[in-house]
């Protein structure tokens, strides 16, 4: 599942579009430094926005996506074109892993379940894909009934669809 671009998704509220440098500060202000953000996740908190600004360097350069596969769509609310979140796709080849999280000011707004679902649809048109698999906290009560919403079924810890 190799990118030659990154494509721009766009629903009714969100676009999901490749990161820009400048979206570092606000992602790091709204998600990546936020504590209660990475609960879940095996990353920590960002403790500075340098931190934020590699990942989008790294993960989410439209000009040349790696090499990889993998990639981060930017989450952003589509009238003010404010990062919100994002959602990483992780390429092995048959098969994708993804995950996703926004700021804690969008929580509860089914928001990830319109960009997920946006995301989701685009990544099976690429030829060759069999399966997205995912894993999540069994905590992690809103991500849960996201994947649920998509479709994921449960296997143990994590979902596959």
């Not at 009714?12 to 500060?25: E, S, V």
Request: charge should be neutral.
């Amino acid at each position: 599942m190799t990118l030659t671009t990154i494509p721009v998704l766009h629903t009714a509220r969100l676009t999901l579009r490749p990161g820009r440098p400048d979206d570092a500060q606000t992602l790091f202000e709204g998600y990546c430094g936020d504590a209660e953000c990475s609960t879940y996740l095996q990353r920590r908190a960002h403790t500075e926005v340098a931190q934020t600004a590699t990942m989008l360097a790294t993960w989410s350069n439209p000009d040349a996506p790696r090499a990889d596969g993998n990639f981060i769509w930017v989450i952003a609310l589509n009238d003010s074109d404010r990062p919100i979140g994002v959602f990483v796709v992780i390429a092995g080849g048959h098969q994708c892993e993804v995950h996703y999280g926004i700021a804690r000011a969008y929580w509860g707004q089914g928001l990830v379940t319109e960009a997920a679902q946006n995301a989701v649809q685009a990544l099976w048109q690429r030829p060759g894909l069999t399966r997205i698999w995912t894993i999540c906290d069994v905590d992690n009560h809103g991500s849960r009934r996201v994947l649920e919403k998509l479709g994921f079924a449960w296997k143990e810890n994590f979902a596959m669809r």
